[in-house]
């Protein structure tokens, strides 16, 4: 097992940055609670909805609106692991997730690519996962295999399965995929659990972990339920991750953004929390600002460094692990 040093530890010294003060951080949370509780969260998936219900959380049937009280998303983030271990097929390659500690994933989910022998622009196929995956297992700065590409040879519903397979065939590594369906999550827990001998076995040590995104803004939708719920019931960590565009589908401000990220992201922690008590869970950010030229994410912006900085403020805040996306 492997813990990365820790970002600026205070021994000799060390380089952090802090954008929000305690007080502010408090300030967004508050800020956050009150979203939850008075605007609320549309939750798509039936089970989902009943399980806020009989949490006690104010539904909206028609609406399909869940609004959660500030104690019951407090007490979901108290019974949230600080700690999260990403365990890979190698235990060499266990990575542990805690307060502090940096590690490096790539980036996903890629859709085209580069032939590497003929300088070809083309779709990325099965064989290009397998092969993208390979050179991640090999490289030693990349702890964690995040689906590299997508498979766009194979049928879309299932897609997620064969990314799966050619990753689980093709590292040693912890995998984390985003699975899209609760079907596909199911059957990728039964692909893990034949890897490792056993649902049992997967529950002691998860090869893999999911993540999922609401919706901005305010929405968890039906598939985004049903990951969260099948993954926590099998003991795979759940990264709950928001892709939130301030000045699009979230406030253009900083503060004002992450404050619907939060919510997004808490609402979405909450029902694991709820579902699984102790569950391990993961906050996620790939949230940015919009181009407003392009309307589209401006990946690698300033803009998405400092919300990438203050969502990792906020993940220590609530001690809990965060993954943060960058380029």
Same mark, same amino acid.
């Given at each position: 097992?492997?813990?990365?040093?820790?970002?600026?530890?205070?021994?000799?010294?060390?380089?952090?940055?802090?954008?929000?003060?305690?007080?502010?951080?408090?300030?967004?949370?508050?800020?956050?609670?009150?979203?939850?509780?008075?605007?609320?969260?549309?939750?798509?998936?039936?089970?989902?909805?009943?399980?806020?219900? =009989?949490?006690?959380?104010?539904? =909206?049937?028609?609406?399909?609106?869940? !609004?959660?009280?500030?104690?019951?998303?407090? =007490?979901?983030?108290?019974?949230?692991?600080?700690?999260?271990?990403?365990?890979?097929?190698?235990?060499?390659?266990?990575?542990?997730?805690?307060?502090?500690?940096?590690?490096?994933?790539?980036?996903?989910?890629?859709?085209?690519?580069?032939?590497?022998?003929?300088?070809?622009?083309?779709?990325?196929?099965?064989?290009?996962?397998?092969? !993208?995956?390979?050179?991640?297992?090999?490289?030693?700065?990349?702890?964690?295999?995040?689906?590299?590409?997508?498979?766009?040879?194979?049928?879309?519903?299932?897609?997620?399965?064969?990314?799966?397979?050619?990753?689980?065939?093709?590292?040693?590594?912890?995998?984390?995929?985003?699975?899209?369906?609760?079907?596909?999550?199911?059957?990728?827990?039964?692909?893990?659990?034949?890897?490792?001998?056993?649902? =049992?076995?997967?529950?002691?040590?998860?090869?893999?972990?999911?993540?999922? !995104?609401?919706?901005?803004?305010?929405?968890?939708?039906?598939?985004?339920?049903?990951?969260?719920?099948?993954?926590?019931?099998?003991?795979?960590?759940?990264?709950?991750?928001?892709?939130?565009?301030?000045?699009?589908?979230?406030?253009?401000?900083?503060?004002?953004?992450?404050?619907?990220?939060?919510?997004?992201?808490?609402?979405?922690?909450?029902?694991?929390?709820?579902?699984?008590?102790?569950?391990?869970?993961?906050?996620?950010?790939?949230?940015?600002?919009?181009?407003?030229?392009?309307?589209?994410?401006?990946?690698?912006?300033?803009?998405?460094?400092?919300?990438?900085?203050?969502?990792?403020?906020?993940?220590?805040?609530?001690?809990?692990?965060?993954?943060?996306?960058?380029?």
């Amino acid at each position: 097992m492997r813990r990365n040093p820790r970002a600026g530890a205070r021994k000799s010294g060390g380089f952090r940055l802090e954008v929000f003060t305690d007080d502010e951080l408090r300030e967004i949370h508050l800020a956050t609670l009150e979203v939850l509780s008075e605007t609320g969260v549309f939750v798509e998936d039936d089970e989902a909805l009943q399980i806020f219900a =009989d949490a006690g959380a104010d539904i =909206d049937r028609e609406r399909r609106v869940a !609004c959660l009280p500030a104690h019951l998303v407090e =007490d979901a983030i108290r019974s949230a692991p600080p700690k999260v271990v990403m365990y890979g097929r190698d235990p060499a390659h266990d990575v542990v997730l805690e307060d502090g500690r940096v590690g490096f994933t790539n980036f996903g989910e890629g859709i085209q690519v580069v032939d590497p022998y003929t300088g070809e622009l083309h779709e990325s196929l099965k064989q290009d996962v397998a092969d !993208c995956t390979r050179i991640i297992d090999a490289l030693p700065e990349i702890d964690v295999v995040e689906r590299p590409l997508g498979a766009h040879d194979v049928p879309p519903d299932t897609a997620a399965l064969h990314n799966a397979e050619a990753i689980f065939s093709n590292t040693t590594k912890h995998a984390t995929i985003g699975p899209l369906s609760g079907f596909c999550a199911r059957k990728m827990i039964d692909m893990a659990a034949a890897i490792v001998g056993g649902h =049992d076995q997967l529950r002691k040590r998860p090869i893999v972990s999911f993540l999922t !995104c609401p919706v901005s803004p305010l929405k968890l939708v039906a598939d985004a339920c049903r990951i969260i719920i099948e993954g926590v019931r099998a003991g795979v960590p759940v990264n709950v991750l928001s892709m939130a565009m301030a000045g699009g589908s979230s406030p253009v401000n900083l503060a004002g953004t992450l404050v619907s990220h939060n919510a997004e992201v808490l609402a979405g922690i909450t029902l694991a929390q709820l579902t699984v008590k102790g569950a391990p869970v993961i906050y996620g950010s790939s949230t940015t600002a919009m181009d407003l030229r392009f309307a589209s994410a401006s990946v690698g912006s300033p803009e998405c460094a400092m919300i990438g900085a203050g969502v990792a403020c906020l993940a220590r805040f609530y001690l809990l692990p965060s993954w943060v996306a960058g380029a």
